[in-house]
């Protein structure tokens, strides 16, 4: 590993369920991935974020500090593990890019704001390693949305001058970045709405599992068309980019404010929200970028096998997964933010004003400078 430049991502998505970290080597403009971890958050710990994220959450000061203090040393625990499988010491690591656990996003209300908790300050000090996070508000403070971040990683890894690409991450919320193949054309990305949130909340209040593995579950329900149909009445899914939403707004109380679910079987209901998830990531490129010739896929949701199967039978265009062009689709976002954690040491700008509608190009992110390396 001589000449390497090595930082970690570390990566907890709206799906709530544990911690990705990447160990990057960043080294003359290459990205490779060295080593990968994961590490599952308990189910006390997934129930406990689910109920800070709720909408309208009535939670004390006291929980939310001790959460966001409790996720710190967990995203400095995968830190230390990835370290002691390599064999590294934390003066071999740059830096860290955190990005933390949403828990609220709100960029369009009188006040913007965005809510990531798992404070670096712990993740800093526990591993002695110089830890960059809070990446979404400063974008929000320059008038952008705070999201989607990871269009930049994707530009720099993905373009093809030879066709258009959309990037497609499917975590709790799902998001797309078009890369068209014109170098001088704008990139541009927005969250195309719910992606796996609502499949694996319906699925914990049925089966009591944390998500419907491959797909099982919905594949034996049938599609409710009509349902459907009524689910995309949302503005949100017909609302023009720059945009972006949370688990906090695509949740079961949304679902359940928008029709009555008791006359539904359960399982057609999740084979409904699949078509959902996959109708209206497709929709939504064929309005911004109907000359797409392939769909890249990343996130959990690639793994989810029926909703793969609706998404290549409701695209105009080849479906292919990340792993086909050298990134595996669980490792995409964590490598991302430790290539943003990079930009922002290098103070280069890790947003695209086009795809988050910020004012300009801005430095992203907190400096927790450690005690035995600094930035």
């Not at 990139?187 to 499949?199: K, P, S």
């Not at 954690?341 to 004012?359: D, R, S, Y």
């Amino acid at each position: 590993m001589q000449h390497s430049e090595l930082y970690i991502g570390l990566m907890s998505g709206t799906s709530l369920d544990g911690i990705d970290a990447a160990l990057v080597n960043l080294s003359n403009d290459s990205v490779e991935l060295v080593a990968f971890e994961y590490l599952p958050f308990s189910m006390e710990i997934q129930l406990e974020l689910q109920k800070i994220s709720a909408p309208n959450a009535l939670i004390s000061l006291q929980d939310y500090g001790e959460m966001d203090a409790r996720l710190g040393h967990w995203f400095a625990l995968v830190v230390k593990n990835l370290l002691k499988k390599k064999q590294l010491q934390a003066n071999s690591i740059t830096a860290i890019g955190s990005h933390g656990q949403t828990v609220y996003h709100a960029p369009a209300g009188k006040f913007p704001f965005s809510l990531q908790i798992g404070d670096p300050n712990y993740i800093a000090e526990k591993t002695g390693i110089t830890t960059v996070a809070d990446f979404r508000r400063r974008d929000i403070a320059a008038g952008g949305q705070g999201a989607p971040l990871v269009p930049a990683f994707h530009e720099a890894v993905f373009h093809c001058e030879n066709e258009t690409r959309c990037i497609v991450n499917i975590g709790g919320i799902a998001n797309v970045t078009v890369l068209p193949a014109n170098p001088n054309e704008a990139v541009i990305g927005f969250d195309t709405g719910t992606g796996n949130v609502l499949l694996n909340q319906w699925i914990q209040r049925h089966c009591q599992d944390c998500y419907d593995a491959d797909g099982a579950w919905a594949n034996t329900g049938k599609i409710d068309f009509k349902l459907v149909e009524t689910l995309k009445k949302e503005p949100y899914f017909d609302a023009p980019p720059p945009k972006s939403t949370g688990v906090d707004y695509f949740s079961l109380t949304w679902l359940e404010t928008q029709c009555d679910l008791k006359s539904y079987l359960p399982e057609d209901v999740q084979a409904s929200l699949c078509y959902l998830t996959a109708i209206t990531i497709c929709e939504a490129i064929e309005r911004v970028a109907p000359e797409t010739s392939r769909i890249l896929v990343c996130g959990g949701g690639v793994h989810n096998q029926y909703l793969m199967k609706l998404l290549a039978e409701n695209a105009l265009c080849v479906v292919q997964s990340t792993a086909d062009f050298g990134l595996h689709p669980d490792h995409v976002e964590a490598i991302a933010f430790a290539w943003l954690a990079k930009q922002t040491l290098n103070h280069k700008a890790g947003n695209l004003k086009t795809v988050t509608g910020a004012e300009k190009s801005v430095i992203l992110g907190g400096i927790y400078s450690s005690g035995c390396n600094s930035a």
